[in-house]
């Protein structure tokens, strides 16, 4: 599994909930994407995640 | 005396993806030492198009930067940018991203692959701008000026074509004018004149030749003063705009006497002693 670019160790039965409480992620002012399907983070499911799922947690910042 | 002509309080509105804008100046929030700082120059530009950038989040990191709630949302339309994105396919996800976390649907399209100009990559820029369209973005693609791009950009259905300057963040002004003209030329969406300006004497010669709008961010953010410059681009940007309005004078090669050529007062010319001619 990767997330935000990096390899993630993947347990068995491992849901998207758990793994943002695991990285400390706040709900609030976030969007993740997980594989080609993308959530705002708020809404975020908790679906069951793969072993190679490619996970993007983003947040907004400055920029031109 | 009444005028007949006093300087309206806003510039004509501009319509981008069917809402209307009083300013023609739009401002990135790249770059600026503090978010107050920051405010404080969208406030000095009048703009009302902001872009932001989409990033990871540090995993494991206490708190977000509190970007959102430093800009007035109601006020301001967000136009979350995909810098950074180097194939149309990093660009969709970062626009899908952008459109979740934001809410908003607008998208100022970027694909750059190349990291030394931050040329734009045109195939891949017009790829993702027509499914960007599909998805019901409002699209609003970086490129480089380039007018049968533009046409095809214009074609699959772009709100604005936004044809660089210069390269991003070099402050070299209108280098590209020649070209920028022919993306004006004939152009059916609004041509926003995006990177490169340094000085807000190169924001007026761009409306000047009839570009729609202008965006800026290093001009300002790394000027000594940036609330400063930000008031002296949206000036630049207005007296552009109203010049261009107003309509410009044909150049000539030669000169052409401002005062009358009649009646003027000569003396003695002894080579040619017809005395006291003016002709």
Known sequence: MQVNGEPFDHTPGLTLHALLDQLNVKREGVAVAV?????AGMRVPDVELKPDDVIDIVRITAGG | MTPTYSLPATTDALTIGGREFESRLMLGTGKFSDFGLMREAIEASGAQIITVAIRRVELNAPGHEGLLDALDLDRLQLLPNTAGCRTSAEALRVARLARALTGVNWVKLEVIPDPRYLLPDSLETLQAARLLVDEGFIVLPYVQPDAVLARQLEKAGCATVMPLASPIGSGRGLLARALIETVIDGATVPIVVDAGLGVPSEAAQAMEIGADAVLVNTAVAEAKDPVRMAAAFA????????????????MRSHASPSSPTQGVVR?????HPEVGSSK
Not at chain 2, 267 to 271: A, F, K, Q, T, V
Request: aromatic fraction near 8%; charged fraction near 35%.
């Open chain 2, 267 to 271: 003396l003695p010319d002894p080579e």
């Open chain 2, 235 to 250: 000036m630049g940007v207005r007296a552009g705009r109203e010049g261009y309005l107003a309509g410009r004078m044909e």
């Open chain 1, 35 to 39: 594989g080609d399907e993308i959530y």
